[in-house]
């Protein structure tokens, strides 16, 4: 069992940053791929990024309108998730969440992932 909380939201500026946190329970973090979904209002969650467990040798993936704007990681030690978000839209508005499953992939599927948090809000004026 995982309980992920995150933390990081808030209101900024188009052209502003953002770092979002996820902290996990559970001893066996390091097992889990970790992701970053995001849901706008009137739209369907979606895939922002991931990273691998510690067998994938840090493999991260990124979803095309965020390559370059965001990075994600993870701290193994103390089973946490980052994402670090600049040059921030407007479009960029959502609630972002983190979410966890026992893979040796990354799946960019809502569906495939087993747990998540309650979501941050981000919000970025024009």
């Known amino acids: 069992q995982v309980q992920l909380v995150e933390s990081g939201g808030g209101l900024v500026q188009a052209g502003g940053s953002l770092r979002l946190s996820c902290a996990a329970s559970g001893r066996t973090f390091s097992n889990y791929a970790m992701a970053w979904f995001r849901q706008a209002p009137g739209k369907e969650r979606e895939f922002v990024s991931g990273v691998g467990n510690e067998w994938s040798g840090g493999r991260t993936t990124y979803v095309a309108s965020g390559k370059g704007r965001s990075t994600i990681s993870r701290d193994n030690a103390k089973n946490m998730v980052y994402l670090q978000m600049n040059s921030l839209k407007p479009e960029d508005t959502a609630v972002y969440y983190c979410?966890?499953?026992?893979?040796?992939?990354?799946?960019?599927?809502?569906?495939?992932?087993?747990?998540w948090g309650q979501g941050t809000q981000v919000t970025v004026s024009s």
């Open positions: 979410a966890a499953v026992t893979s040796s992939w990354i799946p960019d599927q809502e569906r495939m992932y087993d747990y």
